[in-house]
């Protein structure tokens, strides 16, 4: 009953104050949600916002001379910037001030989070005052970013939700990564909501004991974690990329006949993620009993046809050759980002993806420089430049950001630690390697594949008739693969239905909900 009171209250003052125009209200709504009881404001908050809502939205840069950057802010209708220069430190190259205007604030009780970022700062402020606010930058940290500013300007990033809707999100992004059964059910709600995955339940049991001998070199396994560090990774790498699992393997019979797993991404005795050829029994064991994000592991038999062109000593010779080498980070996110503006879920683009890696290569510049700094160097044909200077490089030659992310990824690139190949480019460069992608092998480049590119290839069996008779079996649901470990069903929509062509996944849109491709991309 109090909690009824107080929503009606909310409500009535609301109407009161709204005339149906523009009248300001001495708050919003939403404003006021917390001072309810829990059990009323928070299901209420969640259904308001999403861990999306943690992702700044780009409104414009303030750059020297412009003095029309306008936009509508969260809280302020009526929000403008304008970038002054001027050398108050004495310094070489001087320092500037960004003035920030708001005005038309729609409650008393509202306030506008920001971000500003240059490829050498990130710093944020926030404004509940309707007036003229200023950031000072003291002094430039050189020639450098005099010059970027100057003509690119402070990138200006508006956090939609407002301060409480950031830490709703921050609360709602918590559990992706918690190795708890909160953990996992904050996972599937998110692909639920997102990518509207099902997770329909299987009949138990759960795990199927696969028998050696109806299995292949050159067979996938298809994972997917939803719990624990991993699973929150996998998560968002899902939503991002249309992909239905999250990492994956490849199975290598020897001479004798004793089965193997080839995996990039497997952690080794001093917790660095490289390439490993394991036994399948040990293999299979920590996937049973120690693997504690709850993979789900679909087994997707190759076609006959593809099987007999399956070169299994030379995809023994490329398995040993990577085997000990280092996951492949240098161009994970290449593999998804393929367009300039059609990757990116909104409010995420490539002024974000800048941003982020601006932020990561000041907290970790090691980690920087193996995530990103050197494929972008590829891309530039440059060496040793860090993320700054290639942001200043790509200004001077008129190359757009997004553009040079864009660009693909080429197979034959060494970096620093040799190859770089992750979980699923591992599998595929031992596919052209093993003779599956004849007669084009010279125009496929792995790296441009995402997972869910993989398994829409049509190298798979297609008869379910010839799937091992444990596979699937106590389910009344008949899938197109044998899914061997999991709770729920496994889902791998396009399944086995792409025929490989040149220059494959190198121009490819993938926007959620539905992640529609354009033909021949």
Not at 234 to 250: I, M, R
Request: aromatic share 14%; charged share 20%; proline share 6%.
């Amino acid at each position: 009953m109090e909690a009824r009171r107080c929503i009606t209250l909310i409500l009535i003052i609301s109407l009161v104050f709204y005339d149906g125009y523009s009248l300001k209200t001495p708050f919003h709504p939403k404003d006021l949600l917390p001072l309810l009881p829990r059990q009323i404001s928070w299901p209420i908050l969640n259904s308001l916002n999403s861990p999306i809502n943690l992702l700044p939205t780009f409104v414009g840069s303030a750059s020297y001379g412009n003095t029309s950057l306008g936009w509508k802010g969260a809280c302020f209708y009526d929000t403008t910037a304008w970038m002054e220069f001027h050398n108050n430190s004495g310094s070489e190259f001087g320092g500037g001030t960004l003035h920030i205007k708001t005005a038309s604030a729609h409650s008393w009780t509202c306030m506008d989070l920001y971000i500003f970022a240059t490829p050498y700062r990130v710093t944020w402020d926030y404004y509940f005052l309707g007036r003229e606010h200023t950031l000072l930058f003291k002094e430039w940290e050189g020639k450098a970013e005099y010059e970027y500013v100057k003509n690119k300007g402070v990138s200006i990033f508006l956090m939609e939700s407002g301060m409480l809707g950031t830490l709703q999100a921050l609360w709602d992004v918590f559990p992706l990564f918690s190795n708890t059964g909160w953990g996992e059910n904050s996972n599937l709600a998110f692909l639920k909501k997102h990518m509207m995955a099902k997770f329909d339940e299987r009949p138990q049991p759960w795990v199927t004991n696969i028998s050696v001998d109806d299995v292949h070199s050159g067979d996938f396994l298809a994972i997917s974690k939803i719990r624990g560090r991993w699973g929150g990774f996998e998560t968002l790498e899902k939503w991002v990329t249309g992909a239905y699992a999250g990492h994956t393997a490849v199975l290598l019979k020897d001479p004798e006949g004793k089965l193997w797993v080839g995996e990039s991404g497997n952690e080794n005795e001093e917790g660095q993620d490289v390439i490993a050829v394991l036994p399948w029994d040990e293999w299979w064991e920590f996937e049973l009993s120690k693997d504690d994000s709850n993979p789900h592991i679909a087994l997707l038999p190759l076609h006959p046809n593809l099987r007999a062109k399956f070169n299994e000593s030379a995809a023994w010779e490329y398995a040993k050759s990577m085997s000990g080498k280092p996951y492949g980070y240098h161009n994970l996110i290449f593999s998804w980002i393929d367009t300039v503006d059609e990757n990116y879920p909104p409010p995420l683009d490539a002024h974000l993806v800048a941003s982020v890696m601006t932020v990561w290569n000041h907290i970790q510049p090691a980690y920087a420089a193996n995530m990103w700094n050197e494929a972008l160097n590829k891309r530039l044909g440059t060496k040793g430049l860090d993320l700054p200077d290639i942001l200043v490089e790509t200004e001077k030659r008129g190359l757009p950001f997004d553009k040079l992310l864009a660009i693909p990824e080429q197979d034959d690139w060494v970096y620093s630690d040799g190859k770089s190949t992750s979980c699923v480019v591992f599998i595929l460069e031992m596919y052209k390697q093993a003779g599956l992608f004849a007669p084009i092998t010279s125009s496929i480049q792995a790296t441009e594949f995402t997972i869910k590119d993989t398994y829409t290839l049509n190298f798979f069996e297609n008869d379910s008739s010839r799937l091992p008779k444990w596979c699937n079996a106590g389910d009344s649901v008949k899938l197109p693969f044998c899914q061997i470990r999991g709770k729920y069903r496994m889902e791998l929509p396009g399944y086995n239905t792409m025929k490989p062509y040149p220059h494959m996944n190198e121009r490819c849109p993938s926007l959620p909900p539905n992640y529609n491709r354009v033909q021949n991309c």
